[in-house]
């Protein structure tokens, strides 16, 4: 997880503008203060717009500020990702589909073949019991992880599925160590030592070619 951040190849996608398409905050938006950390949008086609970026609320969505101080609400489908400085490290959010919605993720751990995220997510809880006996559902923010093998699209996995759902990701390109997932040293809290493991394996593999 301490790797330098790598070149971030952009596409060819025409840029979208986001000055004329995104949604404009009202008055009350957040200003440029010391807390919204400073940083850059990374557009489609590979320009840099400087200037202050919130923390991602929702699931996909950030608030811009330009340099110029205006406010802008920035969906994830409309740029390549952001990077933001927190206390002198860049820490990069890229634009991810995972094939139900997108998310800005975290890049936490950069592979030859197989790459870490995390991301906020928001879950509705519907266990609470008002004094009528109905349901008193509440929604849960929290932070998902999600693996991306290859470019192809980001698979969350989490305690609950883990041993399943890792088995099926790993077991076409490196089965043996498939088998090892849910043994002791192989769970979800060994999650990036399997990732390195997974990635040493596959970069073998290509060498004896």
Do not use: C
């Amino acid at each position: 997880m301490n790797r330098p951040l790598p070149p971030i190849k952009l596409n060819q996608t025409p840029f979208i503008i986001i000055l004329f398409f995104s949604l404009i905050f009202s008055g009350q938006a957040l200003g440029a203060d010391e807390q919204t950390p400073r940083g850059y949008l990374v557009t489609k086609n590979g320009k840099k717009l400087t200037g202050s970026i919130s923390e991602v609320f929702g699931e996909n969505q950030i608030l811009f500020i330009n340099d110029f101080g205006t406010p802008y609400k920035i969906h994830a489908a409309l740029i390549y990702g952001f990077v933001i400085n927190r206390q002198g490290k860049n820490i990069f959010y890229a634009s991810k589909f995972s094939g139900k919605k997108w998310h800005f993720m975290q890049l936490l751990y950069k592979g030859e073949s197989m790459n870490l995220y995390s991301a906020p997510i928001i879950q509705l809880q519907n266990n609470a019991f008002n004094q009528f006996g109905g349901g008193n559902p509440k929604l849960i923010h929290s932070d998902a992880f999600f693996v991306e093998i290859n470019g192809r699209l980001p698979v969350q996995v989490s305690r609950v599925n883990f041993k399943k759902s890792m088995r099926r990701l790993l077991k076409t390109e490196a089965p043996e160590l498939a088998k090892l997932i849910g043994s002791k040293g192989y769970r979800f809290k060994n999650l990036q030592e399997i990732i390195l493991k997974y990635n040493e394996i596959i970069q073998k593999s290509l060498i004896s070619l």
